[in-house]
């Protein structure tokens, strides 16, 4: 965590401070009027912003879902029974599992099913995300696709 501040004119200290929370995970802004009265400072407490694609970035270059239930299935038929796989099985799975909830035609069930999915990989990584389990997995799918695995 580190401490922003910024002196600015008060016509821009709305603007400036909306374009901060953007760019970082931010807490309360103090306002404080310089000892010339013309202008502003501003506080905040601030943190680097974890980054939460939507699903079509998340997703952008990922295979068909058929192809992926293809290989999860593949994945699963040759392991040994109650071998824990590697995490990136686990991605996969749960990424998959949320782009069928995402779909048109999917229902209760689905989003059920991708929410435990995503859980698990969450409760995994042990992470602490403050978010939907669901934007986690959208997160580490676009890591794991970016570092192409």
Do not use: N
Not at 56 to 63: D, H, L
Not at 97 to 104: F, G, P, Q, S, Y
Request: aromatic share 8%; glycine share 4%.
């Amino acid at each position: 965590m580190f401490e922003i501040r910024i002196i600015c004119d008060p016509a821009d200290s709305d603007r400036i401070t909306d374009v901060l929370e953007t760019a970082f995970k931010t807490g309360r802004v103090t306002v404080h009027t310089t000892r010339d009265g013309k202008r502003q400072r501003l506080y905040l407490d601030a943190d680097h912003a974890d980054v939460w694609p939507d699903p079509e970035q998340a997703y952008a270059t990922a295979p068909s879902i058929h192809s992926e239930l293809d290989w999860i299935a593949g994945t699963l038929g040759t392991a040994a029974c109650y071998t824990k796989l590697e995490r990136g099985y686990y991605v996969r799975k749960a990424a998959v599992l949320d782009r069928i909830a995402l779909a048109d035609r999917s229902d209760y069930r689905d989003d059920d099913t991708a929410h435990v999915a995503a859980k698990f990989l969450v409760e995994m990584d042990d992470a602490h995300a403050d978010c939907d389990p669901r934007a986690y997995v959208r997160q580490q799918y676009a890591l794991m696709a970016a570092d192409g695995r």
